[in-house]
């Protein structure tokens, strides 16, 4: 077994320099989680669900997500794909006009 000694001063300056890294760590925390909650505002839709909103079938759906230059934001985790519910949407509005 070792033993480590510290001088008085020497053990407090170490104690405020964990103390300032767990503050910038609790703080960059906060940033993120905070970051996390406004993406996390944003609705996403199941396929299903896409379908409905467009009263259209899976395959026009894909087509549409596919297209070059689609306003239709989606994301995909292999087979399982959801949908930006703003953008399908703004896809009946530039539709509409």
Same mark, same amino acid.
């Given at each position: 077994?070792?033993?480590?000694v510290?001088?008085?001063?020497?053990? #407090?300056?170490?104690?405020? @320099?964990? =103390?300032?890294?767990m503050?910038?760590?609790?703080?960059?925390?906060?940033?993120?989680?905070?970051?996390?909650? =406004? /993406?996390? %505002?944003?609705?996403? *839709? %199941?396929?299903? @669900?896409?379908?409905?909103?467009?009263?259209?079938? #899976?395959? =026009?759906? !894909? =087509?549409? !997500?596919?297209?070059?230059?689609? *306003?239709?934001?989606?994301?995909?985790?292999?087979? #399982?794909? *959801?949908?930006?519910? /703003?953008?399908?949407?703004?896809?009946?509005?530039?539709? /509409? %006009?």
């Open positions: 077994m070792e033993i480590i510290f001088e008085k001063s020497a053990y #407090y300056k170490m104690l405020d @320099e964990v =103390k300032k890294s503050l910038e760590a609790i703080g960059d925390l906060r940033t993120n989680i905070s970051k996390d909650t =406004k /993406a996390k %505002t944003e609705e996403w *839709v %199941t396929t299903k @669900e896409a379908q409905k909103i467009l009263k259209c079938k #899976y395959l =026009k759906l !894909r =087509k549409l !997500r596919d297209k070059p230059g689609s *306003v239709i934001v989606y994301h995909q985790d292999g087979r #399982y794909v *959801v949908y930006n519910e /703003a953008s399908l949407y703004k896809h009946l509005n530039t539709k /509409a %006009t």
